[in-house]
């Protein structure tokens, strides 16, 4: 199956397409989209459907996995443009047809720690360069930034058993 993985910005958009089957991920592309300025987040809606349309075209896009946008606490504007670029790749898997799964933040947090075999605690939160190792532990490869590996460990979680599916304690 080709999964394009997504890690939503107002600024940075990362994704990642991945071939994945059961316990097998391989990236096939990826890349990060900038508008450039934190204030021109709207310009997304000016070139992500059709760079979304040029991806299908080339890889035949079958599902989707993102991260789902959070609400930022007395952030409404980040919020505000977070939620419409997800808006956005949603419409257009609708339309499409596609499958469209996301995990909030937290669940990719702690499935890195599950990947890593790290104890789950609220004072070690994962960093990106955790996030970077899963991927390359899975994929072989990481991206060229941290946007690309978030849209890849979506993907990695939402449409592969090979992380280890959450207990109640992680």
Aim: glycine share 6%; hydrophobic share 45%.
């Amino acid at each position: 199956m080709i999964v394009l993985g997504i890690d939503p910005g107002y600024r940075n958009l990362g994704m990642a397409i991945l071939r994945v089957s059961g316990n097998k991920a391989e990236r096939i592309w990826s890349g990060t989209m900038s508008v450039g300025s934190s204030s021109r987040g709207m310009d997304f809606a000016k070139f992500l459907w059709p760079k979304l349309e040029k991806l299908d075209m080339e890889y035949n896009i079958e599902a989707i996995a993102a991260e789902t946008a959070p609400f930022i606490m007395k952030q409404i504007k980040t919020t505000a443009l977070l939620w419409a670029v997800t808006s956005i790749i949603s419409a257009w898997a609708y339309n499409k047809g596609i499958p469209f799964k996301h995990a909030a933040p937290l669940v990719l947090k702690r499935a890195t720690c599950r990947a890593l075999e790290l104890p789950w605690d609220r004072k070690f939160i994962p960093k990106k360069k955790d996030i970077k190792r899963v991927v390359m532990q899975y994929c072989g490869t990481a991206g060229k930034t941290n946007h690309e590996d978030d849209a890849a460990l979506a993907a990695i979680l939402l449409y592969t058993d090979l992380i280890p599916h959450a207990t109640a304690r992680t």
